[in-house]
């Protein structure tokens, strides 16, 4: 089974703190995704990687930085908090040159205060 | 900007009843579309995707495309309370790296 793991599931962070949001999958996949989620807005896309050191803007890239140093780690910076950045942080990965299939991981909900 | 749309709900049917989620895209141009389930505090799994007009059945499931109205469906069948969850449309729009929009979601309510 494709495993895609978050470095937390709940984080609670001050307003200018600098936050680092991990993903790591398993299964070789070259893409990788980070989204945010909200109460009626849905899944929005931040970045994506489709290789290593690879990274393109999603739709809301805002405020959000990445890293991709290595194929299973694809890393979400949020460099200075604001609290509408309050959310939840969805990292996702896909095989190949296809976005078709995406396996989530378990999501992190963070608080900004 | 790229749209995909779906009735927020939520959408109440009867145990053993058909569960009928619709989901309308904006881009003439799409390639692939796809219905993920996500339960409550979970994250989305893929369910079901199809790719030519039609029907698609995977047991109780059926996804249905319309290109030309740019309409996508997707029919539970023999609804349980465990099917209780937000169903997601994603929908590719081909264009350069193929880039899939979701809908924000309709919450499906199976009652025993």
């Known amino acids: 089974d494709v495993k895609v793991t978050q470095s937390s599931r709940y984080l609670v962070k001050r307003t200018g703190e600098k936050v680092f949001l991990e993903c790591v999958q398993d299964?070789?996949?070259?893409?990788m995704f980070w989204y945010r989620q909200d109460p009626g807005l849905g899944l929005r896309l931040i970045y994506f990687s489709y290789d290593v050191k690879m990274k393109e803007k999603g739709d809301i890239p805002e405020g959000y930085s990445v890293s991709r140093e290595k194929k299973e780690r694809f890393s979400l910076i949020l460099e200075s908090a604001s609290t509408n950045q309050t959310s939840m942080y969805l990292c996702a990965s896909s095989p190949g040159t296809s976005w078709e299939t995406q396996y989530f991981g378990p999501g992190t909900r963070l608080l900004v205060l | 900007q790229k749209e995909v749309e779906q009735n927020s709900g939520p959408l109440s049917v009867p145990e053993g009843a058909i569960a009928s989620l619709n989901c309308t895209y904006s881009d003439r141009g799409s390639q692939s579309f796809f219905w993920y389930r996500q339960y409550s505090g979970k994250s989305p799994e893929l369910i079901m995707s199809i790719y030519s007009n039609g029907d698609k059945e995977d047991g109780r499931f059926t996804a249905q495309l319309n290109k030309a109205s740019q309409y996508v469906s997707l029919l539970i069948r023999d609804s349980q309370p465990s099917d209780s969850a937000t169903y997601l449309c994603?929908?590719?729009?081909?264009?350069?790296?193929?880039?899939?929009?979701f809908g924000t979601g309709t919450k499906l309510q199976v009652i025993p």
């Open positions: 299964m070789d996949h070259e893409n």
């Open positions: 994603a929908v590719n729009f081909f264009g350069g790296y193929q880039k899939v929009t």
